[in-house]
């Protein structure tokens, strides 16, 4: 079973550290209180730990089908 992250926007990245902010971008998280479902990775995860003080992050599991398309 694959786990998603549900990040969510909590503290505004206004004033902040650039690289920070691209990064908060580069999650997709544009408004506070804006919710992304990703996929955890590594990559993800070294995100998130960059911007940790501005995000809330909760652990879901994804349901996958076992019929594949295509």
Known sequence: ???M?????????IGRVPAHRKT??????????KTVRLKETPAIRG????????VEVRRVPTQE??????
């Open 24 to 33: 908060v971008r580069a999650l997709g998280l544009t408004k506070l209180n």
């Open 47 to 54: 995100m998130v730990r960059q911007v940790g003080y501005l």
């Open 5 to 13: 992250l549900e990040i969510t926007l909590k503290k505004s990245p």
């Open 65 to 70: 089908s076992s019929h594949e398309v295509g």
């Open 1 to 3: 079973m694959t786990m």
